[in-house]
């Protein structure tokens, strides 16, 4: 499998002088193509920071992330836009809808940045919401539906530039279990449809082991990394 994101000697600080703090200390991480990846630990222990940086939404301070081959400091804002809107697809705890728009609209927004026509924004939107069954509240108004929905309209939105990578935060933070397994099994249905490499911080032991990879963190560093071993797809 071919490297999609490589870290090195990765180093985040935020503050200055007596007031710094280090949440990513010299951190060296290769991820490939089709991989399940959890990045675990406590609460401070940098991995909502860790996914932010892959994830291109945060620039290190020092070292480097490297995007299949390419150091990405190297990119211009406009590089790193058209990067995160064309191959990354984001799923969160929060789920940044525009409360007011329907669905169809909030799942067509990757493609409306793009510059893709409305015909062809639109077949796309329903292919995704067709893929996370959804498809009959295309007109419906994003404020009108459940958490689990809105998820769902959020993994659709995800996944409509078919991305190579999803990053998913706490992504079933704010569901009922039962939903919350409906949404998991759905973004791991579309790692192994599709081949999308899937990054998901969690806190939660169930679905760490679902990924065949545990990066758990500590203070900002890398306490183990179980690479291809003790998990399972």
Known sequence: ???VLQT????????RKSSAFKALNDIDLTIKK????AIIGKSGSGKSTLMHVLALLDRPTSGKVIVEGKDSSSFKQRQLNNLRNSRFGFVFQQFFMNPNDTVLENVMLPLTIAGVSRRERKRRAIDALKIVELEDKIKARANDLSG??????????AIINNPEIIFADEPTGNLDSATG??????????NREKGIT??????DEDIAAMCARQIQLKDGVVENDTGAKGGKK
């Open 148 to 157: 689990g929905q809105k998820q769902r309209v959020c993994i659709a939105r």
């Open 34 to 37: 089709g991989e399940t990846v």
């Open 198 to 203: 899937l990054i998901i911080v969690t806190h």
């Open 1 to 3: 499998m071919s490297n």
């Open 181 to 190: 397994d409906r949404i998991i099994n759905l973004l791991f249905d579309l």
């Open 8 to 15: 090195r000697d990765l180093t985040k600080v935020y503050g």
